[in-house]
C-alpha cells in the first residue's frame, strides 16, 4: 500500500490492533526474506544506469535494469563506487539470472559499454528510449523522500528494502504505461 511503518501503526490502532512500531518493523523484515525475485525473462532490450545514493551518511551507487516491453524490474544492487567494474559485477548478475544473449543494451556509457564486451553483451548509446530506467529512479527517489532523505543503516540494510521495493513494483504497483497492469502480471500475459 506504500505506508510507512508509523503509518500502519496507525492504521491497526484504528481498526482496534495495538501493535508497536518495533513489531511492524520486524515483520517487514521478515516478510522482505520471504519475497520472490522476479521472474525469469528473456527481454529484447533491457535499459540500464546508475544513481547515487546516500546510505548512512556514505555516498553510495543504485544500479537498477528495467525491461523497457513489460517495465519488469530485473535486477537492482547498491555499489561503493560507479564505473566499469561494478558496472561489469551488476551485468553478471543479471546474466546469472536472466537469457539475456539476444539482449540489446540501452545505456548512457558510464562504463557500459566496455562492461558490456566483456560480459559479451551487445549494447548501444541510448539518452532518449531509456527513458522507462530514469522513470523509475524517479519513482524510487519519491519514495526514499517520503521518509527521510537517506537511509541509515548499512547497505545490507539498503539492499533488504530495495529488494521489497522491487516486488513491490514488479508484482503490486500498477503500472501506467501497461494500463494498469503490474510488470510481473504484462510477463505472465
Known sequence: MGLSV???V???EL???DRSHGAIWNWTHILSEAQSEPPTATPSRVAVDEKQIVVDGEKKWLYAAIDTESKLLLEIDVFSRRGTDPAAAFLHRLQEKHELDETE???DAGGYLTALARRKLSGQLDY???N???KWFQTVSMRIDRFHSFWRGSP???RRWLSRFRHHYNHDRPNQALNGRT???EVRN
Do not use: D, K, N
Open 15 to 17: 481498526l482496534g490492533v
Open 10 to 12: 496507525a492504521v491497526l
Open 105 to 107: 543494451f540501452l545505456v
Open 156 to 158: 545490507a540494510s539498503a
Open 132 to 134: 522507462y530506467i530514469e
Open 128 to 130: 532518449s528510449e531509456r
Open 183 to 185: 510488470p510481473v502480471g
Open 6 to 8: 508509523r503509518e500502519v
